[in-house]
C-alpha cells in the first residue's frame, strides 16, 4: 500500500492536472463561441455549414468539461480527507472517520466554555472538532470515536436541579428506598443532604423528574394521633398509602411532643388520605371533628401572633375536653361524638379570632350607609287637622 505522503502528492499532482485541463477547455469554449457569433454574422450557406461543425465539437467539450467537474469533486474530497487525516496526525487514511454527534441545546451551551471543549479535545486524540448548527463534527482515529460519544453522553447528562424538599419527609423517601426506585424509574441521578433534594441526569429526564416531585410534594397534612392507636395506625398506613397514592408515616412522640401522621403527596391524593385517616380515627376513637375556616382571619392577624394563637388553642381545647388545634387556613375542634361540645367551643373561638384579628373597621360611608340600611323609614305624621279648630299660641314671655 502506498506511503500517506506518496498518495497526498498524487492527489495534489492530479488535482492540479484536472485544473489545468478544465481551464484549457474552457478557453476553447469561449473561442468557439466567439467563431459560432462571427460565422452566424456572415449569413453564409458555407458559414452555416461550419457553425454546425462548430456546435458539435462545443457539445464534446462541454461533455468533456462536465467529466473533469465530476473528477475535480472527487480529487477535492480526497484531498479533504488526506488533509484531515495529516491534521489528524494518522499514518493511515483507512483509519479516518467523521461523526456528526447530536447536540442539545445544554451540551451545546456548556461547550462554549473553552475549558469544556478541551476536554472532548484530549478525549479525540487529536482529531479536529467543530460546532455546526446542533452538531458536534469530528474527524479522526476510529478508535477515539466510542470514548468521545461517551465524554458527549456524560456532558449530556450532568445537567442538575435543587429542590428544596421537607427534610423529614426527604429522610422518609430515603429510609424507605424511594429515593432509588425514582433513580430508576426517571433514569435521572437523586441525592438529598438536609432539606436540599438534587436531581442529575439529562436535560428532559431532570426536567420530567423535577415536575414529578413536585407534584409529589404538592399536598402535606400532619395529623395528631393518639399514643394508644400509633402501633394501629403504623399497621394501617401501608393501605392507606395504596388507596390513595400518598406516602404516610406515623412517628410516635416522645416526652414533650405528641405522636403524629405525616400524610404527603400530590394535594387531591392528601385530601383524599385525610378523609379515610379522620374516619378511622371517629370510628377508634368515638369522636369527630369540626373544621372552622379563618384563612381570612390569618390574613388580617399579624405574622408574629400566630403562634400565640396556635398556643392559645391549646387551652381552648382544655377548657372544654376537645383537640383543638390549627392546621393549614383552618382550625380543628375534635371531641366525643355527643357532640355537646361543639356551640360553645365554637362560640369561645370567634372570640379568641376577633381577639387576635379584629374585624376590618367600615368606612364611614360604608358605616352610615349599612345604618341607613337598618333604621326603619319613619311615616310622615298624618295631617288630621282637617276641620279641627285652630290652637291657642300663648306667649309667657319664655320659653320651655
Known sequence: MPSFEILLQA???RKSILSSESSSITDDLAAIDQEIADKRAEKTIAAQNEVKDLLKKKETLMQRSKFLLNAAKHVQLAFAKLNAVEIAGLQDWQELVK??????PFAKEQLDQKSVMNKLHTVAGGGTLSIEGDFLVFAGASKFLDPLKKAVDALETSFSTSLEVEAEFLRFLESRGELKRFTERHEAEFSAEGSTLTISGSVANVRKAEKS???LTSGALDMPCPRNLVGA???RAKEWEAETGTYIDVVRGTAGSESKLLVRGDAECVRDAEERVHAWLDESEGAYSAFVD???ALQRMEPGKVDTFSNDLGHLGNKFSILARLSQNRVELRGPQTGDWEKAARSELNM???FYAPPAKP????AAKQKSKAKPAEKEPEDDTWGAAPEAEFDLGHKW
Do not use: G
Open 11 to 13: 492527489v495534489n499532482i
Open 99 to 104: 461523526e456528526r454527534l447530536k447536540l442539545s
Open 213 to 215: 416531585v413536585k407534584f
Open 233 to 235: 395506625a403504623k399497621a
Open 294 to 296: 379563618i384563612s381570612q
Open 352 to 354: 379568641i379570632v376577633d
Open 363 to 366: 368606612t364611614t360611608a360604608a
